[in-house]
């Protein structure tokens, strides 16, 4: 059964198309939650509910998941509330995309 932690690393892993920034860093996973019996919930979001990646985070997210040891079901959600801002870059993610902290 995974830990949340390695769930985490995992989504870590998957670089957003446009940015290069992984998704984590990018802000775009709000939570994640692994179940006892190996059920894992990811909760995530698109910097603009058009992306034309989001598909592809979205089903690279869910893979992402569904190969880790131990997985059970995995859910992912995608919301679009609250609504992704650029205050949720990772420092960094900041440093990569050369943008400072406002």
């Known amino acids: 059964?995974?830990?949340?932690?390695t769930?985490?690393?995992a989504l870590a892993q998957i670089p957003d198309p446009e940015f290069g920034v992984n998704l984590v860093d990018l802000g775009l996973i709000y939570s994640v939650e692994c179940a006892d019996n190996g059920d894992v919930a990811v909760v995530m979001t698109l910097t603009t509910p058009t992306c034309p990646s989001g598909?592809?985070?979205y089903e690279g997210v869910?893979?992402?998941v569904e190969q880790l040891p131990g997985v059970g079901a995995v859910k992912?959600?995608?919301?679009?509330e609250p609504r992704w801002t650029?205050?949720?870059l990772s420092d960094a993610a900041r440093q990569q995309l050369g943008t400072p902290r406002e």
Do not use: Y
């Open 7 to 9: 769930v985490w690393n």
């Open 86 to 88: 650029t205050d949720m």
């Open 55 to 57: 598909s592809w985070m």
């Open 1 to 5: 059964m995974p830990d949340s932690k």
């Open 62 to 64: 869910k893979t992402a």
């Open 76 to 80: 992912v959600d995608l919301v679009f």
